[in-house]
């Protein structure tokens, strides 16, 4: 309980940092709204996602305080999340890798370090995004079935499950597994069960009538799409090697080779399950899915692990006999691993650029809206419009369903900035003559307004107003 707080209290702290969510989370707070006011409209936007919105209803009565307060909230889980998978990771690696203090510790090190430098996790946490914080239910279930809890192992895979769908073959396997061996945890696998189809299917069915929706959404197949591929499951392959490379490959091998040896079935079962999923993963392309970086996440984080227990064995086993030749071998793999973590950190330095400029994007739309009269000049003037990637957050700030935003025609405000592949193309209406009247701007912003009536606004310290 002790790491859990303190990881709360700095996601709490990152707070002061520049704090945005993005595309996805933004749809799960307005929905947490709309479920909290019982008018839930799932038909724009991203596919559902249950435990999301689950926060987010609760979040969703401190917006009658603020409106600042349900997002900060969500980011502070999702980021306590994040924290939270960088230390079970070492947990679980220390723990594999044996009895030796130091070949543990060594292991769980190197483990988290992967994790903490792995591609796009820092662009993860810091917009609030789901994958993290799956990742660690994932990882605290494996730590609860290492104590033997099976239970709570079960309940932490049933929560990852309502984050990601790709876990359910796995859970399901674990359930076949307890029902079998242990009568007694029956009546939880069948309520668990029940309770993971409800909140998967119902919403849906509730919102959009088709309670298979959430699916079709994630098969929707965008422009940018693996499934567009002339061979989607290869080219699912290809980007799940570029995001881990070679390191983390060859040390997923060297470890399976070690478990061998070793005849350790749970280091085993972990290079199995990441196997898994890559196939998983590659055949969901094949059928249409997208093959989004974040959905080969958790083998990622698998290779970290199995890395870092390669590393650990490899010295240990080197060392055993001779301990100088183990700590020469240890300082090679160090050495052997610096290019691939330099690369690697200023990749994390690009991403938490691109995050503050994202947010940045984020803060000054929204201060826009404000300046020019808010929900209520929304109200006025109907549906606005905006490039797609901010459309869920301007839904929340404008207090309208997402579909009213995502299939505005034009015809009302037009919220505008540079189309790039974060931002997406250019709203509808943007170059219509009737928006020529300019309502206000920031840096990267510009508001047309519905004629070619100037509206002025009040002074803002990042808005001009003509």
Known sequence: ????????ALAALSLFLPSEPSFDPWAWIVWGREVYELELDTTAGPSWKPLPVLFTTAFAAFGEIDDGLPPALWLVVARAGALLSIVFAFRIARRLAGPGRWTGI?????????????????RYAAHGNEVPLAVTFMLAAADRHLDGHRTQALVLGFLACLLRPEVFP??????????HTDRSRRWSIGGLTAALAALW?????ISTGNPFDAGTQAASEPPWSLSLEE???????????????IPLELGAVVAGLFAVFRRDRLT???FGVAVFWLALVAGMTQIGFSGSTRYFVPAIVIGCILTGLAAAWTVGTVGRTRPAAGVATAIVLALAIVPYVEDRGDKLIDQGRRSADLATLHRQMAVALRAIGGADRVAMTGPPSINRAFSTHLAWEAHLPIRKV?????RALVFVTEPTPVTGKAPRGSRRLGHRGIAGRTRDWTVLAPTARRIVVAPDPTLRAN
């Open 231 to 245: 061979r989607p499951w290869l080219a699912a392959i290809e980007r799940a090697h570029r995001v881990g490379g």
């Open 106 to 122: 060594g292991a769980g090190a190197v483990a988290a370090v992967l994790l903490a430098f792995a591609p796009q996790w820092l």
């Open 406 to 410: 995502a299939w505005s025609r034009g």
């Open 201 to 205: 299917l119902i919403p849906e069915w």
């Open 268 to 270: 085993l079962a972990l």
């Open 170 to 179: 796995f859970l399901a396997g674990y359930a076949i597994w307890l029902w």
């Open 1 to 8: 309980m002790i790491l859990v707080a303190g990881c709360v």
